[in-house]
């Protein structure tokens, strides 16, 4: 299968050839031909997976024909509307749309909270066809006058289950109901929960569903081993494996913003470069940090699963699960950061005594257990204690939490609460 077949214009496939991309991925072969017939269209698919440019590219397809090099606003009208979740997938998509219609004239624009309001109200009103936003600061631009949708083609909601996890479902209806009737949607999603059927049979016409398994995704590519350790060790061996190992571009997982920024001094201190990315930075904070990480200035970014979702890093090498996430789901989510498109890549998990429930809720998942390596001087001492862990979210997803919070556990560095229950309900914080 080639991208020729799929019955791409030569301005994309100029531009898909220039990424150094071979052959279409599996969304891709299922999700462009489709797309190009004007369907609407379900997909289950994670990061990892080719998503952005299954839906990127057909979309610029579509709106290539009435592209104008007109320096006019009213010839540039909202035409395509990217909903995501947060301001880094929002930034990653704009990218890839930037890419990949590098050689067609369309204007393209993101629109997301924690940044001044006005340069994207005058991008708004220079005129512009596609805008990836987050809902938030959307909305802000509807009650400020700037969105027309009148001329909308095309609706696109990424990472849509994360938008209900994050209690973005009022402000997606209200953009909804914003936007022709007569239009095309897509929705992009990990899992097809009952509450994403609901907003699909509301909002989608008769769509076509495409769907790619985590089997025959990232979880597979990676090679996963699972490091015991006894909690107070972890960093000392975190440490140790980066060191020994000389490796580079390292992506750690923590549970919360507190153990990302302790961590991420603690490895400072021990003279490893590393930087923590999570929903308290401000936003030139996190810009520069992944800018820093991509280019191989900081050898560590340290992230909680908010941060990290959608972060778009290519072929990145090595993932780290510090501490393991309350959701088996979040893993597959962590370990699609390496390994993605065909390249090898590795995810380590540094596992205490206390994590164990959670290890064995990740191997049911994947349907296998996990290679344990016992590293030389880290054995852990089977005299310790479990002790309970903090679930470290609230009113996370339905149905995907693991039961009623359990107390903080003392001087484990975790925080009592994590950032995904917080989040939605802070006021102002929409759209970050
Ligand atoms: P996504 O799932 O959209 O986040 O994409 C995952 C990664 O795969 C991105 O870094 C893309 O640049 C890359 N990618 C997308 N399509 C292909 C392809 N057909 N061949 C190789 N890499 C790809």
């Known amino acids: 299968m080639s991208f020729e077949s799929l019955g791409l214009m030569p301005e994309l496939l100029r531009a898909v050839r220039e990424q150094g991309y071979e052959t279409p ?12 017939e004007g369907r609407d269209l ?3 698919a994670q990061t990892g997976t080719g998503k952005t440019a299954g839906f990127t590219l057909p979309m610029l397809q579509l709106l290539a024909p009435h592209a104008s090099s007109s320096a006019s606003p009213a010839r540039h009208p909202i035409r395509a509307l990217i909903l995501t979740p947060t301001r880094e997938l929002a930034m990653q998509v704009e990218e890839s749309v930037r890419t990949y219609g590098k050689y067609i004239p369309l204007r ?4 997301f909270g924690g940044v001044n309001i006005n340069p994207q109200t005058k991008a708004l009103r220079a005129g512009v066809e596609i805008v990836v936003a987050t809902p938030g600061r959307l909305l802000d631009h509807q009650g400020q006058g700037n969105l027309n949708f009148s001329q909308l083609e095309i609706l696109v909601l990424d990472e849509a289950d994360r938008m209900l996890d994050m209690g973005f479902i009022r402000d997606i209806q ?10 095309q949607t897509l929705l992009f999603s990990a899992t097809f929960t ?23 995704t990232a979880a597979e590519l990676v090679r996963q081993v699972v490091h015991p350790v006894d909690r107070e060790r972890k960093r000392a061996l975190l440490s140790h494996l980066i060191t020994s190992r000389k490796l580079q571009q390292v992506l750690v997982f923590t549970r919360t913003k507190h153990g990302a920024n302790r961590l991420s001094e603690q490895l400072d201190k021990d003279g490893i470069s590393s930087m923590a990315i999570h929903g308290n930075k401000s936003q030139p904070q996190r810009i520069k940090a992944l ?28 993932v780290v699960n510090y501490e393991l996430p309350h959701v088996a789901e979040d893993y597959i989510h962590r370990i699609g950061r390496t390994g993605r498109a065909g390249t090898e890549g590795e995810a380590l998990s540094l596992v205490c005594v206390d994590e164990q429930s959670l290890l064995r809720d990740i191997e049911k998942l994947l349907r296998k257990d996990l290679p344990k390596d016992v590293i030389t001087g880290y054995a852990p001492d089977p005299s310790i204690p479990a002790e309970p862990i903090s679930t470290g979210r609230q009113g996370g997803g339905a149905g995907r939490g693991r039961g009623p919070a359990r107390p903080a556990r003392a ?14 309900s ?3 914080a929409r759209g970050k």
Request: proline residues 9%; glycine residues 8%; hydrophobic residues 40%.
């Open 25 to 36: 991925t599996p969304i891709q072969i299922q999700a462009i031909p489709l797309v190009l």
């Open 42 to 44: 379900m997909g289950r």
């Open 108 to 111: 393209t624009t993101t629109i």
């Open 174 to 183: 209200k953009i909804l109901a914003l936007l022709p009737a007569k239009r």
């Open 194 to 216: 009952d509450e994403i059927k609901q907003l699909a049979s509301k909002f989608l016409k008769t769509p076509a569903t495409v769907q790619i398994t985590p089997q025959n």
């Open 291 to 318: 800018e820093d990480f991509k280019k191989g200035a900081v050898r560590v970014l340290v992230a909680t699963d908010i941060a990290a979702r959608g972060l778009d890093i290519d072929m990145l090498p090595h």
């Open 411 to 424: 001087g484990s560095g975790a925080a009592p609460r994590g950032e995904r229950g917080r989040h939605p």
């Open 426 to 428: 802070r006021p102002g």
